[in-house]
């Protein structure tokens, strides 16, 4: 199985954030829409990825000044991008090894994804209770 097999599941648009956007105006989008993270992007470039975790670490260290940074300033850069073909095994090992948490889905310079460790795991937990079934299905009409 491919991420882009997650992708099929996902509805709507990607919530992006643009690097010259003040993290307040970003910090209410994370928000409003009850997300964790969003993609950076720079015209159609992915730069970086803002997070819930930048969010504290800029808290700790500038206190209610870090809302008027941009998030440029404070992104996490430069993103780390799968495409829509990576293995989901493949791109859970990434995310374990580099410790992070959401991945932008990128197919040649365009943006057409972005993928959340909770997306993959639920993905494969899915996927092995339906094997279970299916196993279970079988021996009970043996």
Known sequence: MTISAILANH??????????????????RLAENRIG???VVDGKAVVGIFSERDIVYGVARHGSAFLTKTVADTMTAPAITVAPDTA?????SLMTKRRIRHLPVIQGDDLVGFVSIGDLVKHRIDKIEAEAA???DYISMA
């Open 37 to 39: 993270a969003l993609p």
């Open 11 to 28: 509805q709507g648009n990607v919530f992006t954030a643009a690097p010259h956007e003040s993290v307040g105006d970003v910090v209410s």
């Open 134 to 136: 299916a196993m279970r």
């Open 88 to 92: 989901i095994l493949l791109a859970l």
